[in-house]
């Protein structure tokens, strides 16, 4: 659910939502519309439920709702997926927007934030593009690592973030991991990441776990025995959209079965199911070291400058994995193996698939290490 704000100042003609995948335009005084914050309405700070986990993060973030732009800013927050960023992001713009509805809010991903700047690049409306996001009360910006490489669209941002934080504006942003682990960010971009707050939001405690349980129960109204939340709990430890997920398969369940009844045995069925997805989840870390031990080569040799045959392989194919397995860019996986440009990985791939083509060992060799993945 999408909530527009009221009160917006003449500037406002443009409603975010439509700009979504494509550049946004710079404001002007004319045809003044409803701003659009592009926050999920559903996540707030009434079912953002606190545990120890997650008590500093939730407390700074309604501290940042009453006086947006004056303390702990910018407000970086971190931690691995599924532990409540995204969620936390929105409660915090839909808080905003509810007691200050004269504040632009806008939420927006990485993602599409590169999206659009690349737009702009083709449109040759860079400078509109900057100026609007210049004109936002409440940047929140989720998942900026996935601009790690990008350095004319951080060249942007930089210049929308010295504006912003220069006029007293809030930025928030997200990541999977501390500002000074992400590789590929620029020097002064960095600098200005880690000039407010950093706090991490780590894995929900077993409390926060069943707490987000009964919820679910409660909203699907259902009939679940403590045993069974109690099991859940104890065994999902990772994500809150897998405890939320393994609710919604039990109700799934007792749905196509005509209402049969949810007891321990499914619950542990389905447990063991989504754990098992879980583990083979294909990660960087995970193909880098799957490709270490298979070539027995060492990671750090893979990460040097080597130009060793055995150690160029190794590196190349693993950056073809990571290129095939993962949603990365191929700045993203250059800069995360030994810090390589996005030409590099472009040339590793190259081969990779020219090899493919016209050696059967190596085939092989690649279907096997395609198996170890999976594992």
Not at 31 to 37: G, T
Request: proline content about 2%; some cysteine; charged content about 25%.
């Amino acid at each position: 659910m999408i909530r527009p704000s009221e009160n917006r100042t003449a500037n406002d003609n443009l409603h975010t939502a439509s700009f979504l995948n494509q550049a946004p335009t710079e404001l002007s005084d004319s045809n003044p519309i409803a701003w659009d914050a592009n926050l999920n309405g559903h996540l707030s700070f009434a079912n953002y439920f606190e545990g120890i986990s997650n008590k500093a993060a939730r407390a700074i973030a309604l501290k940042v709702t009453q006086n947006p732009g004056k303390d702990f800013n910018p407000y970086f927050i971190y931690g691995g997926c599924g532990v409540g960023k995204t969620h936390l992001c929105h409660a915090i713009g839909n808080k905003i927007t509810d007691s200050q509805p004269e504040k632009k809010v806008l939420y927006i991903s990485s993602h599409l934030f590169q999206v659009q700047f690349s737009d702009a690049k083709i449109k040759n409306t860079s400078n509109d593009f900057v100026h609007f996001y210049q004109g936002v009360d409440v940047l929140i910006l989720d998942d900026i690592h996935e601009l790690a490489g990008k350095a004319k669209t951080q060249d942007a941002f930089f210049h929308i973030f010295n504006h912003l934080t220069l006029n007293g504006k809030q930025i928030i942003f997200t990541a999977d991991k501390s500002p000074s682990r992400i590789e590929g960010l620029e020097e002064r971009l960095l600098s200005r990441l880690i000039s407010g707050l950093t706090l991490e939001l780590q894995k929900p405690d077993l409390d926060l776990r069943k707490r987000i349980l009964y919820n679910k129960v409660k909203q699907d109204g259902l009939h679940i025995g403590d045993n069974i939340i109690n099991y859940i709990a104890e065994n999902v430890t990772d994500h809150v959209r897998n405890l939320e997920g393994i609710i919604t398969s039990l109700v799934a369940h007792s749905l196509v079965y005509q209402h049969s009844k949810i007891d321990l045995a499914l619950a542990k069925r389905i447990v063991e199911q989504t754990n098992n997805i879980q583990k083979k989840e294909i990660t960087i870390d995970k193909i880098q070291d799957v490709v270490s031990n298979y070539f027995k080569v060492n990671l750090n040799d893979i990460h040097s400058l080597s130009r060793k045959r055995e150690i160029v392989q190794a590196r190349q194919v693993a950056m073809f994995l990571a290129k095939t397995h993962t949603k990365y860019s191929y700045a993203y996986i250059g800069n995360a193996i030994g810090k390589r440009d996005h030409a590099t990985v472009t040339h590793a791939c190259k081969s990779i698939e020219n090899d493919l083509s016209t050696d059967r060992t190596f085939k092989a060799k690649m279907q096997t290490l395609e198996g170890m993945l999976k594992d």
